[in-house]
């Protein structure tokens, strides 16, 4: 509507990308006044509205990242909220969500296991039955990826899950040359060799060669796998290495990508040590969603997901520093919904 690659498509996209990322406020003050305290809740919202790392992304990336961010933040309220209510209509709204994260982005599914059995745990202790809203989000779930699953083997003749590219990104970041980053120059957008080999053999069938090439390298030495996987977690958490033109730029960028980290593992740790209610759900949430860069490779956009939740962690750090210096008391381990209705979505 707008021209291809034109200023116009570029300002309504990323115009769209900054409303996800305004949005994304709401789930965030939500969680987290639900796990912690108005005044988190209220810290957490401003951070996100006013952090320029935030804005870079729904200003500069034309992608999902600001979409999959607001997605996994209003999964993670859904979930938390899930305990309280009644009847079919939450379970419809899970399962609607999760069918829109898939066709956005599977990557984001890793955490859907844990989202439906913490939902379901929390439930049964209060004595609420799930199995009917379980099944009803699992049909809509399947309901919304199936016209794209139908596409995709009319398009190709075979049937896959949503994506078919896993092959390809597992060989960009494991062969010849690895160093635990993203091997662009193997990429058909920057490869012209490889580009002309997808177009002459067909997508599935680069995929297939793509990714018997990394199994193969794979196999030939897992310990240097293991090290590639070792040196992506940090750099998942640190950021990966930069090019600036001035050296130090690019030092303090990582450092201050790595202290956001150090500040949600610190946060996070915090959290279950107080059994603050949906704590576990915060440690699955960190633990799942970034581990399928451990194994392909990382870049800093792939975090964003989850920085909804650092965001929080990280200020409730902060809040527990002021209590300390005040000589405030300790928390109470016990739940408190007070308010709770004004928690619900209805």
Known sequence: MFGTYSPASAFVLLSINSVFSALT???????????????????????????????????RWVWETSLSALLMATIFWLTLNLEKREGLKPWLELGLVWGITA???????????ASGLWAWYRRARRGKASFAGVVL??????????????????????????????????????????????????????DLYALRQYRAIGELAYIDMRKRQA??????????????????????????????QVWWLAQVKNSLFLATSVL???????????????AW????????????YYVVFPNQRYRHPIEPAMAILGVFLLTEVGKRKDGRGS?????????????TLE
């Not at 066709?103 to 984001?108: C, D, G, M, Q």
């Not at 992506?232 to 950021?239: E, L, P, S």
């Not at 759900?281 to 399928?292: S, Y």
């Open 25 to 59: 406020c709401i789930p965030i003050f939500l969680a987290a006044r639900w796990i912690f305290s108005e005044k988190v809740a209220i810290g957490a919202a401003w951070i996100w509205a006013l952090l320029p790392y935030v804005m870079f992304w729904c200003t």
């Open 103 to 113: 066709l956005s982005s599977t990557v984001l599914l890793a955490f859907l296991p």
């Open 215 to 244: 199994l193969d390298y794979i196999e030939a030495d897992y310990a240097r796998f293991a090290t590639l996987c070792f040196k992506r977690f940090v750099y998942y958490w640190a950021g990966p290495p930069r090019l600036a």
């Open 331 to 343: 928390f109470d381990p016990e739940p408190n919904y007070q308010d709770s209705e004004a928690f």
């Open 281 to 292: 759900l915060l440690f699955w949430l960190i633990l799942l969603q970034p581990a399928i």
């Open 137 to 190: 989000a699992s049909g809509l779930f399947l309901a919304c990826i199936a016209p794209w699953m139908v596409r995709n083997y009319q398009t190709f003749g075979r049937l896959f899950f949503i994506r078919d590219n896993f092959g390809a990104e597992l060989r960009l970041g494991n062969g010849n040359g690895a160093d635990g980053t993203w091997m662009k120059h193997l990429h058909p957008t920057q």
């Open 264 to 278: 949600m593992f610190w946060g996070l740790g915090r959290a279950l040590r107080q059994r603050r209610p949906g």
